[in-house]
């Protein structure tokens, strides 16, 4: 489990509710619970009334998840991402720099998948078939296809 993230800066502010902190990072509170269960964020203590509180770096926190998300990193990489910070520390402009920087290559591969999707999305419009036996689009680079229909495979000896 995570330790709780406490720096001085953070130490003397008023600590977030867990709605207030849902609500400034526009996620739901079972996202940020879910967060905490997974170990990437981690409350600074409990209200009177028992409610989870957060440190305000929490919000960039939360952010970096949200960002790496998009990128689409998985919540184990995400974790992996934020375990290699220090002391569980919140990310810095130069930690996101570095961060970032190992995640282009799968930007570029997200890219170009979409454009190959783009281009055959078109081809297949443009032909008008739609068909499920020749669609390069539903069913690319088809080999067992040349074989006929059915279950070609069962079939051979």
Known sequence: MLKAQVNLKSSTATPLSIGELARRAGVAASA????????????????????RQYARHALRRVAFIRAAQA??????????????????????KADWTRLSASWAPRLDERIAALQRLRDRLTGCIGCGCLSLKACALYNPEDAQGLSGQGARRLLQD
Do not use: M, N, Q
């Open 71 to 92: 990128v689409g990193l998985s919540l184990p990489e995400i974790k992996a991402a934020l375990a290699s910070l220090p002391e569980g520390r919140t990310p810095t």
């Open 32 to 51: 940020l619970r879910f967060y905490e269960a997974e170990g990437l964020i981690a409350s600074c203590g409990r209200s009177g009334g028992g409610h």
